[in-house]
């Protein structure tokens, strides 16, 4: 079973930074895309980045020179490294993978979400 495991939020001040993490754990896949969408209360979920397998990237215009998408394809890991935070960026962060099985079929996982608080 392919499971998503989230890892790196908690509350900070507004300016401050946090580093997401994301690793995909389990056996016989390979990953085609990673992303990172939110979603703040009251509000739609919205894609924040994403990256492809070979380095890729796309970012929300709102995040756009403050957040910074990576991977290690070698331990089937995304990371979020969040600068310059802002209370609009209080959200739960979810982590997205599309991965396609070694014996055949392509997958959607998403991860649990863990929760960005940006507050004074």
């Known amino acids: 079973q392919v499971q998503l495991v989230e890892s790196g939020g908690g509350l900070v001040q507004p300016g401050g930074s946090l580093r997401l993490s994301c690793a995909a754990s389990?056996?016989?896949?390979?990953?085609?895309?990673m992303a990172w969408y939110r979603q703040a209360q009251g509000k739609q979920r919205e894609l924040v980045a994403g990256i492809t397998s070979g380095g890729s990237t796309n970012y929300a215009d709102s995040v756009k020179g403050r957040f910074t998408i990576s991977r290690d394809n070698a331990k089937h890991t995304v990371y979020l490294e969040m600068s310059s935070l802002k209370p609009d960026d209080t959200a739960v962060y979810y982590c997205?993978?599309?991965?396609?099985?070694?014996?055949?079929?392509?997958?959607?996982?998403w991860g649990q979400g863990t929760q960005v608080t940006v507050s004074s």
């Open positions: 389990g056996s016989g896949f390979s990953i085609n895309v």
């Open positions: 997205y993978a599309e991965l396609t099985l070694r014996l055949g079929g392509r997958y959607a996982y």
